[in-house]
């Protein structure tokens, strides 16, 4: 039988302090890197413009970008695809984006056309739905967080299901501002991967939350916090194995998922961490603090 | 332990239905070539792509009523009828085409050329028979608009409006498409002065190549249609066959008008010989034919050097009639056919990947057990993708991410149950004893965790659109899948082989 991890005895709970000051200082550089750089918004959320060309021939930002002032678009995004002969070209201004769009491909036809581009997508979105699309995204998530808050108070208690509503709010911001670091694209599909972030997440909540549900009973009478602690012991292996194949299966589809699905597997990634580890040291450390302030009366 | 021989039974069921719903997808996709009526049968019960892997259109329209009359919902319904059978003519496999909020209508194609479609969908295709001015009149008309502006040169008018027209092959006059502006600003200042007599306007032709230069006829026409669209009962594309050079190997349409136009058409035709009759698309002037004679059958053509897919595209929107008002697409994700199968390569390889280390691993980690709860995932993609072709389900390239996240998830499960039962068999439970409580323990958390995950999929099926429902779909479905595959196929197993055998020493 091989066993990675043998009967851990770690005092988590002792360390939660380190987790404070970890958790504190994301919480504030992801604040302030949501300020100062702000989400770059994909055309889902900010309306406008989106072009997908590939080229059979190399070819240069700066001839697409000359091609494009002809049709007065020398401000549009141009960005190569690292490593491939594609060029995802985006619009400046929101207004009319479908007529941006059949510009572009129209100037690009006939400007390269013995190095025809293949049209590999194309997606134009007018402000006002993008507007929509954001305030139902917004609804989403918080609908989603909110249910999870009382599916948990449901199943355990109240302490647990304030303090995994917390700890969402908290891997969400965390893995938002590492999308605003790393220049990616909020898109719809991100937000999928938000809200699966939010499942799993909680998912791992609930199996510590069990293990001390199930232990109340055998541990009578010993403190809270020695309870947890001995809990998350007890769910450690599972943590570490499940954690560890998860985030390999997304490493597989982050490198060889295509660029499609990249940044869906980056934002699981990202949130897959930050979300097992604040299961213990956002959940249980608030969960422990709460008790330890104001001990709930003992039956 | 009881029941053993139903729950082995179940198992095989499943295993059954798994391999059945799945065949027709691997079939489909793995055959090169395939009769087109198998393939069409197949297609039918096999995993349906969504158009982020096919490749497609999906495009939000809304109803522009700025200049139309009448109640948008109506509209809305009335231009979604038009649509439908616009597309349904075309020959879509499996469109889909959804009211939207009140003024919006969605339409998806999958695999289509999407100029094509977007013609075919956009265009208003509204046809009218106008009567044209005769030349002399037109003539004076340009004089007296030469006047106007006379003495009036401002930086926009410098020069006189005659001067602007060139003829195109001797019958027709044009207008080179740089002075277009020009040409238009002044023709509406004219028409409010009423230089322009208010029962006639001006109309252009397409944009065409004359002598090297893109020019554009222009017509002066009667303003109200002798006949329009309304009139038609078929409309057909036929390859030309005259002699006139520049029509050589094009295409053009053959109306057939419905019995009652028929004979206003003949009384038109008999009353104007050696006029001209324009027929007019959009307000932009198809051709404009002499009259020579009484045209009694209610047949007319509208002659345009049409490309033949062109014309077939232009018959269909006849046949279906004109949207009651324009629409204007305020959404649209396009995938081109080279992403789409780029995207379910990559995806498959990236999922096989990960699903061979997942699957190794379970194995080496906990051997015999491990096996069977690999048995148990495969299980569960099979009946995954079955389920999910059985229902129509959408698999989408998130939808793949999904089936790999669901893998994630089994093997939790499948951590939290085997963990659960080493744990049991270290404070020397025996083997039956630490299956039967590893399994009943681990059940709530596996339980509430798929619950929660549900929960999530839930708001993203309802909020999402396109292939973030199909994501949803896949992990709900994948969950339910999970739930039945990593806890009851397990267990089932692991209890009969340990009944069976009397297993004294549990590889796990």
Known sequence: MIELIKNPNLNFMDWRKYGYIFSGTMIVLAVLLLIIRGPRL?????????????????????????????????????????????????????????????????????????????????????????????????????????????????????????????????????????????????????????????????????????????????????????????????????????????????????????????????????????????????????????????????? | MRNIGLRVGVVIALIIIGLYTFYPTIKLYTSKQLPKDEENALLKRAIHLGLDLKGGMHLVLEVDTTNVKGNPSDLRDRAMEIIKNRIDEFGVYEPMIEKQSSSRILVQLPGVDRERALNLIGRIAHLEFKLAADEQRTSTIIKDIDKLFEGKDTMAFKEPFSSYIISVERVDIGIDMRDEDSVKAMTAQAQAQGVIPPDLEFLFGPREIYEGREVKRFYLLKKEAELTGDAIRDAKHLPYQGQELQYTGSWYIQLELKREAARKFASITGKNINKRLAIVLDNIVQSAPYIRERIPQGRAVIQGRFRPEEARDLAIVLRAGALPAPLKV??????????????????????????????????????????????????????????????????????????????????????????????????????????????????????????????????????????????????????????????????????????KFEVTKLRI
């Not at chain 1, 997304?250 to 990202?270: K, N, Q, S, W």
Request: charged content about 20%.
């Open chain 2, 330 to 499: 305020i959404e649209e994700r396009s995938v081109g056919p080279s992403l789409g199968r780029d995207s379910i390569n990559m995806g498959i390889r990236a999922s096989f990947v990960g699903a061979v280390f997942v699957i190794l691993f379970m194995l080496i980690y906990y051997s015999l057990s491990g096996f069977v709860a690999d048995f148990a995932l495969w299980l569960n993609i099979i009946l995954l993708i079955g389920i999910l072709s059985a229902f129509r389900g959408t698999l989408t390239m998130p939808g793949i991410a999904g089936i790999a996240l669901t893998i994630g998830m089994a093997v939790d499960a499948n951590i939290l149950i085997f963990e659960r039962i080493r744990e049991e068999l270290r404070i020397g439970k025996t083997i039956r004893t630490a299956i039967s409580q590893g399994f009943s323990r681990a059940w709530l958390a596996i339980f509430d965790s798929n619950v929660t995950t549900i929960i999530s999929g839930i708001v993203l099926y309802i909020f999402g659109t396109g292939p973030i429902r199909g994501f949803a779909l896949t992990l709900m479905i994948g969950l339910i899948t999970n739930l039945i595959c990593a806890v009851f196929v397990t267990k089932a197993i692991l209890d009969y082989f340990t009944l």
């Open chain 1, 42 to 299: 994909g055309v889902d959320f900010s309306g406008g413009a989106l072009v997908w060309v590939k080229f059979e021939k190399p070819t240069e930002t700066s001839d697409i970008r000359i091609s494009l002032g002809k049709i007065g678009q020398v401000q549009a995004s141009i960005q190569k695809l690292s490593g491939t002969n594609e060029f995802v070209i985006r619009s400046v201004e929101k207004k009319d984006p479908a007529k941006f769009g059949e510009e572009v491909i129209e100037q690009l036809m006939r400007d390269f056309s013995d190095n025809p581009p293949d049209l590999r997508a194309k997606e134009t979105v007018e402000p006002k739905i993008s507007a929509e699309l954001t305030r139902d995204t917004i609804y989403a998530v918080l609908l989603a967080l909110l249910l999870m808050g009382i599916y948990v108070w449901f199943r355990f208690d109240f302490r647990f299901g304030a303090a995994s509503v917390i700890s969402l709010f908290h891997d969400i911001l965390i893995t938002i501002s590492a999308l605003v670091l790393t220049s990616r694209e909020f898109t719809i599909p991100v937000v999928g991967a938000l809200l699966t972030i939010v499942g799993y997440s909680i998912n791992d909540t609930i199996v510590i939350s069990d293990r001390i549900r199930e232990n109340k009973k055998k541990l009578r009478g010993r403190p809270l916090r020695e309870l947890i602690n001995t809990s998350i012991n007890e769910t450690f292996s599972r943590t570490i194995l499940t954690g560890s194949f998860v985030i390999f299966t997304l490493f597989c589809l982050f490198f060889l998922g295509g660029p499609v699905i990249a940044d869906f597997a980056f934002t699981l990634i990202v949130g897959l961490i930050f979300g097992t580890y604040s299961s213990t040291f956002v959940v249980c450390a608030i969960v422990v603090e709460w008790e330890e302030k104001f001990p709930k009366k003992k039956k």
